[in-house]
């Protein structure tokens, strides 16, 4: 089959793990094809607010093909009619990290031009970007009385600027999200329970950010848009809830991966789905045929192979020999 061939309106490209560089190389090519196809957009898994000023956060993927994309779209912009927009729809946190939302709301309040002391209210930043404020309910300020009023001062902010039409308003909107979901993260990072049930739950709260972003770009975004993430994000987590909210208009591409000097990752073995994959295609392929086969157990935790359970949730499968 053809990229082409999809009529998704949000369209979803995933990939197996973020440490083999073919697969942003790819998307790079498939989103070039796309852009002739009615695809106006491309969002990558980044920092939401990163992505206004064109920079990646996490630290993962391939950078040089990142930046290579990012080039491509302004030499596409110069003579297009319709320009190309790229967006992150990722939280600003890391695995066992996440910043204070101090920066991002004064953004807001300084837009705005409004008299309130943020930075009175958050304190130090380290206390809440530091690992054990997410990894110890005691150590995190999520529930303090600071972050319940910086809470309601947020959701004000963003009271306001929904009010607002210009484009300054809509960048000024992403910052005071991204307060208000560090608030809502730090909040769950206070709540007690055992490190697998808190884990668990931070994952659940990312996963909703992620959907929110998606959906939102969505519906503000002319055109189509072509998503690009990890798997786990993009067949489950934060794709199921927007697959639930778009049905057919959301489509999922699982990433496949056969073998990888970069992960030293050797070949898959035959009644895997992957080395079923592996048998028929050369240098890499898009198919609707969905495999069937066990899952594999040579890779690290690197690499995530395919699952029944993503299968079940894939449209169709991207496998890079």
């Known amino acids: 089959m053809d990229i082409t061939d999809f009529t998704a309106e949000l369209l979803a490209f995933g990939e197996p ?5 073919a697969f942003a190389r790819i998307r790079n090519d498939l989103f070039a094809r796309l852009a002739s196809h009615g695809f106006r957009a491309i969002a990558l898994e980044t920092d ?25 779209i302004r030499e596409y912009n110069e003579t297009a009619d319709e320009p190309l927009t790229f967006h992150g729809f990722d939280a600003p946190t890391e695995m066992f990290s ?19 002391d943020i930075a009175a209210l958050t304190g130090d930043d380290e206390r809440w970007s530091r690992s054990e404020a997410i990894l110890d309910p005691a ?8 972050a319940h009023e910086l809470r309601v001062i947020a959701d004000d902010l963003l009271l306001t600027l929904d009010a607002r039409v210009e484009l300054a308003a809509h960048v000024a909107r992403i910052h005071a999200i991204a307060g208000l979901d560090l608030l809502r993260y730090h909040a769950a990072s206070a709540r007690p329970g055992d490190r697998d049930t808190r884990i668990a739950r931070l994952a659940g709260v990312r996963a909703v950010i992620m959907a929110r972003n998606l959906l939102d770009i ?22 199921a ?23 030293g990752l050797g070949e898959p073995a035959a009644d ?22 066990h899952t594999r157990e040579d890779a690290d935790y690197r690499y995530a192979p395919l699952t029944r359970e993503l299968l079940d949730s894939a449209d169709a499968v991207l496998h890079i020999a």
């Open 48 to 72: 939401r607010v990163a992505a206004l000023d064109g920079e990646f956060s996490h630290g993962f993927g391939d950078l040089a093909a990142n930046r290579q994309l990012l080039a491509w």
């Open 218 to 239: 969505h519906a503000s975004q002319p055109g189509r848009t072509l998503v690009f993430a990890h798997n786990a994000h993009l067949g489950s987590g934060a794709g």
């Open 98 to 116: 996440a910043p204070s939302p101090r920066t991002y709301l004064e953004h807001v309040r300084d837009y705005l031009g409004l008299d309130v």
């Open 139 to 146: 150590e995190s300020p999520g529930a303090s009385p600071e």
């Open 272 to 293: 895997t789905c992957e080395g079923r994959l592996q048998r028929d295609t050369d240098g890499w392929r898009l198919t609707a045929e969905i495999p069937a086969g």
């Open 241 to 263: 809830i927007v697959a639930s909210r778009l049905g057919d208009r959301y489509a999922f591409i699982a990433g496949s991966l056969g073998h990888s000097e970069a992960l």
């Open 17 to 21: 793990t973020h440490f083999e560089p």
